[in-house]
């Protein structure tokens, strides 16, 4: 039994390197695709866990869940609009007319 969950954690993780790759090929985009390598390797953490039950095991899975946690925190684009420059600054503001004498 302990061979088959080895087994089987081994092809998760090799699994999730597989779709992780086909998702950042497919969209291009970084976090999402690490989103599916991290979701993977905790499956493949939870999986080893079920077959070694050790504080060890427990800290791992732990480190991998506090690691996508971070990552994904860390990889949200910023919320403040960014500062544009080239000469925008008179852009869109109402103009002046010369009133008749």
């Known amino acids: 039994m302990s061979s088959l969950l080895e087994t ?45 039950l050790s504080w060890n095991g427990i800290l791992v899975v732990a480190a991998v869940v506090a690691v996508r946690k971070i990552a994904m925190v860390g990889m949200v684009p910023s919320a403040l609009p960014q500062a544009r420059d080239g000469g925008s600054a008179g852009r869109g503001r109402a103009t002046r007319t010369r009133s008749a004498r």
């Open 8 to 52: 089987a954690a081994l092809l998760v993780t090799a699994a999730g390197l597989l779709s992780a790759l086909a998702a950042w090929a497919g969209t291009r985009r970084p976090r999402l695709a690490l989103q599916v390598l991290l979701d993977f390797l905790t499956a493949a953490g939870l999986l080893r866990l079920s077959h070694d």
